[in-house]
């Protein structure tokens, strides 16, 4: 019984831990636009919340203000950096890692964070 217990408890949690919310890149047809501008837009799913967005957020004001808005059951994110430079578009990946993103859905696929700041942040 504690066998099965143990099993069913540890299966639990590695099961809890790959359960991340799915960020979607929103603008995916103008990446080189939003590389340009510096704003990038993402849609959030129900598993991140509104609150938790703010306060990730908090901590990068001095590299880029995100403005969040809920739409339905999930969440529209504006990121718009605050000075255009290579170490502000490299702190979106903090923002993203303090939330526990570890992929972007970008056109149905699954791209690794690293991978998505290099293709559709960095200049």
Do not use: P, W
């Not at 799915?22 to 939003?34: C, H, N, P, R």
């Not at 969040?68 to 290579?86: K, P």
């Amino acid at each position: 019984m504690k066998k099965l217990l143990g099993l069913v408890l540890g299966l639990f949690l590695t099961v809890s831990t790959f359960a991340n919310g799915i960020v979607t890149y929103s603008d995916s047809k103008t990446s080189e636009i939003a590389k340009t501008s510096g704003v990038f837009n993402f849609s959030f799913d129900s598993q991140f919340s509104l609150d938790d967005i703010n306060k990730a957020s908090a901590y990068y004001t001095s590299y880029f203000l995100v403005t969040s808005v809920t739409t339905g059951e999930n969440i529209s994110v504006n990121i718009n950096l605050a000075i255009d430079n290579q170490m502000s578009r490299r702190i979106v990946t903090r923002f993203f890692v303090t939330l526990s993103v570890k992929s972007i859905m970008v056109d149905g696929k699954e791209i690794q964070i690293d991978k998505f700041i290099e293709t559709y942040v960095m200049k």
